[in-house]
T-cell receptor
Framework: DSGVTQTPKHLITATGQRVTLRCSPR?????VYWYQQSLDQGLQFLIQ???????AKGNILERFSAQQFPDLHSELNLSSLELGDSALYFC???????????????FGEGSRLTVL | AQSVTQPDIHITVSEGASLELRCNYS??????LFWYVQSPGQGLQLLLKYFSGDTLVQGIKGFEAEFKRSQSSFNLRKPSVHWSDAAEYFCAVNNNNDMRFGAGTRLTVKP
């Protein structure tokens, strides 16, 4: 158990819909990262938050957005969903006291999104 | 362009045999280097990491990896594979806060 909690574990929805994925980081971790894992694209970094502020941005679509709340949990919002958005979405956290991503990430078990 | 390459998509070894998973990176400076393992239905778990110093690093579950600057490689090894090692293995590189993962190598262990 990594200490990172993601909900829901599975989600099935239709094209055009909007979903929200939730992540609770390990206790004490200030940084939260979101990754998308699909068969054809592998593990893609989406976005990082540190103590409530956006820290780094990767290959995140404009239809996607995220935020980190004062209690440090994070949500990833996916809207106008397309078939190609079907993937595993991972949240990871790290201590990263300085905000620097050293790479020592603790991953949740992921949220599997299926868009029909 | 900066990249992380895992040349082997799928490797099959017999239980008890030795294992080496390859990882090459292309970055200007020496980045932070990692190996993660992903079991089916699970998130990624850190096996080991290299920041600096001794180029041979030990990790969990009996794994080790060797950083070779001249070859820009960070290969993962295990002397004797167990059936429970069957999983997907990811090499990862962090260069100046830019974290990249390789495409992964799926390990199958034969009885």
């Amino acid at each position: 158990d990594s200490g990172v909690t993601q909900t829901p574990k599975h989600l099935i929805t239709a094209t055009g819909q909007r979903v929200t994925l939730r992540c609770s980081p390990r206790s004490g971790d200030l940084s939260v990262y979101w990754y998308q894992q699909s068969l054809d694209q592998g593990l893609q970094f989406l976005i990082q938050y540190y103590n409530g502020e956006e820290r780094a941005k990767g290959n995140i679509l404009e239809r996607f957005s995220a935020q980190q709340f004062p209690d440090l949990h994070s949500e990833l919002n996916l809207s106008s969903l397309e078939l190609g958005d079907s993937a595993l979405y991972f949240c990871a956290s790290s201590v990263a006291l300085s905000g620097e991503n050293t790479g020592e990430l603790f991953f949740g078990e992921g949220s599997r999104l299926t868009v029909l | 362009a900066q990249s992380v390459t895992q040349p082997d998509i799928h490797i099959t070894v017999s239980e008890g045999a030795s294992l080496e998973l390859r990882c090459n990176y292309s970055y200007g400076a020496t980045p932070y280097l990692f190996w993660y393992v992903q079991s089916p239905g699970q998130g990624l778990q850190l096996l080991l990491k290299y920041f600096s110093g001794d180029t041979l690093v030990q990790g969990i579950k009996g794994f080790e990896a060797e950083f070779k600057r001249s070859q820009s490689s960070f290969n993962l090894r295990k002397p004797s594979v167990h059936w429970s090692d069957a999983a997907e293995y990811f090499c990862a590189v962090n260069n100046n806060n830019d974290m990249r993962f390789g495409a992964g190598t799926r390990l199958t262990v034969k009885p």
